[in-house]
């Protein structure tokens, strides 16, 4: 199976599972719960800076950006165009009438979306998919959920590479791709092999599963081995402590009058 992962050896590589998880999601709440409009950016920045420490800089800001554009085109039209918020102040570009308020709400979105998908993407390509499944199974994951999570973070990247492989073939088939009409025509000879790709692939799975005792009950052996040192452990903890602070501080602000 695929995935996004990279390969590496740097610190970020190295460090368990559940800390990047736990600096994921203490990350997500500070883009969400500081204030500030450029919060979200800043944080993006810092991921950008872990990210080309980690040597996956390149990959990882390009796919950020790219999965970014389409909810800011979006967040554009409905936020600063089509449904400002009440009482904003308007503005005149040329043809379009804007809002100041309208537009600071799509900029804090974006940059919140961004920072969200940002901080998921560098914890995948920083993290073997297993290894952070197999982490949450050994503090009581269910397996069947766990299989399930694995699965659906894989699913993309198998997507992928079988739907290039078909495409390949095909094309080597004589299947012609060049030009709009031609793609649109050429889809079903795509999609109809890989439908039943993954079809075929699931009943393997399945059946890979059954002969290894997957739902038996008892104690489950692995051959990986995660190592949890006592620093992952310090750092753990201390962020869980600056996550329940943080949520603390906002709803102390939010109900002081």
């Keep these: 199976m695929l995935s996004i992962y990279s390969q590496g050896t740097s610190a970020i590589h190295r460090l368990h599972p559940l800390t990047k998880l736990t600096a994921a999601l203490l990350l997500i709440m500070m ?3 500081l204030p500030g409009l450029l919060t979200p950016l800043a944080i993006f920045g810092v991921l950008v800076a872990l990210a080309y420490a980690a040597g996956v800089g390149g990959p990882f ?9 389409p909810f800011t085109i979006s967040l554009f039209l409905i936020q600063g165009i089509l449904f400002p918020p009440p009482d904003a102040t308007p503005f005149q570009i040329g043809p379009l009438t804007l809002t100041y308020e309208g537009l600071a ?5 974006a940059t919140r979306l961004l920072a969200l998908s940002a901080t998921m993407l ?3 390509r920083t993290t073997p998919p ?15 959920i766990g299989y399930v999570l694995l699965a659906a973070l894989q699913i993309a990247p198998d997507m992928s590479a079988r739907a290039t492989a078909i495409l390949e073939a095909q094309r080597s088939r004589g299947l012609e791709t060049e030009g709009t009409v031609r793609r649109l025509r ?3 000879a795509l999609v109809g092999p890989l439908v039943i790709g993954a079809l075929v692939d699931t009943e393997e799975r399945a ?15 692995t051959l990986r081995d995660i190592p949890d040192s006592p620093a992952d452990h ?7 402590l600056a996550l329940v602070a943080l949520i603390g501080w906002r709803i102390f602000t939010a109900l002081r009058p």
């Design 130 to 144: 297993g290894d952070l499944v197999q982490a949450l199974v050994e503090r009581g994951l269910p397996r069947s």
């Design 122 to 124: 560098l914890l995948l």
């Design 105 to 109: 709400l799509a900029f804090l979105t």
């Design 186 to 188: 050429a889809l079903p």
């Design 61 to 69: 800001l390009w796919t950020s950006l790219k999965a970014l554009l």
């Design 234 to 240: 310090v750092a753990r903890t201390l962020m869980l």
């Design 31 to 33: 883009a969400y719960l």
């Design 207 to 221: 059946m890979a599963l059954e002969s290894r005792a997957f739902m038996a009950r008892g104690p489950k052996t």
